[in-house]
């Protein structure tokens, strides 16, 4: 069974409820709509995590958020293909897997595009109080460049898994009052609309925002755990 949930920022709390109410096990499978804080860190200060998710009785497969590094830029992550794409792992936890940007993988005889990160609008408060912060959030043009070469040849998708979701679906209605929206770089939204417009698609994921909503096929997740 697959199931698919939004941010967890490193509180597991729900998902391990879940998977002992549900009986999950390895053989099943829950996506994480980034933002896992699995890499928050990015050195020895994650093992305590990670080390407390060996006890989960599911595999993680997390996109990629704007609150934690990209496992290539951490020492000691390999790769292998899983479901027909790239995921990088460590040896020590190969239950928690990182989903490629870019990727497409077969989920339920289902192809799965994703595409993660985001820009963090918490940014320099982050920097001004020494908290970790990783210019790597959001994808790189090289990313960009791949998704929309591959969408022109193949623009049909059942299933898009993305962190952040198109501009013009931006759930306004959550936004931080405290924050300028003219200071908020949405290059990665504009981007995301961009593609949108390519893809013919069933449904699309995202997190992010912190909200539990559907508009059209976009569904927005965050404490939500359902089958995918």
């Known amino acids: 069974m697959i199931y698919i949930t939004g941010d967890k920022h490193g509180d597991f709390s729900e998902v391990y409820a879940f998977c002992y109410k549900n009986k999950t096990t390895r053989d099943d499978l829950m996506i994480v709509l980034g933002d896992a804080g699995i890499n928050y860190y990015a050195n020895e ?3 305590y995590l990670k080390n407390s998710l060996l006890q989960y009785p599911i595999t993680f497969f997390c996109i990629h958020g704007n609150h934690e590094e990209r496992p290539e830029n951490i020492e000691g992550y390999k790769t292998k293909i899983f479901h027909d794409g790239l995921v990088y792992y460590e040896e020590e936890y190969p239950h ?4 490629k940007d870019g990727e497409v993988y077969q989920f339920n005889e289902q192809s799965v595009l994703v595409i993660g990160g985001a820009y963090s609008v918490d940014k320099n408060y982050r920097l001004q109080m020494g908290y970790n912060w990783y210019p790597s959030e959001q ?3 090289e ?3 791949k998704l929309l070469m591959y969408v022109e040849k193949n623009p049909q998708i059942d299933v898009v898994l993305s962190h952040t979701c ?3 679906y931006l759930p306004r209605e959550v936004f931080m009052k405290s924050i300028n929206p003219l ?3 949405y290059s990665t939204e504009f981007f995301l609309d961009k593609l949108e417009l390519r893809l ?3 449904k699309w994921y995202c997190g992010h925002f912190h909200t539990d909503k559907k508009i059209d096929c976009m569904i927005f997740m965050f404490n939500e755990i359902v089958e995918f």
Not at 96 to 99: G, S, Y
Request: aromatic share 14%.
């Open 45 to 47: 200060q994650d093992i």
């Open 96 to 99: 928690i897997l990182f989903a």
């Open 139 to 141: 994808p790189s043009e």
């Open 143 to 145: 990313i960009k460049d």
């Open 166 to 168: 198109p501009y013009k």
């Open 183 to 185: 200071k908020v770089d």
């Open 200 to 202: 013919d698609y069933k």
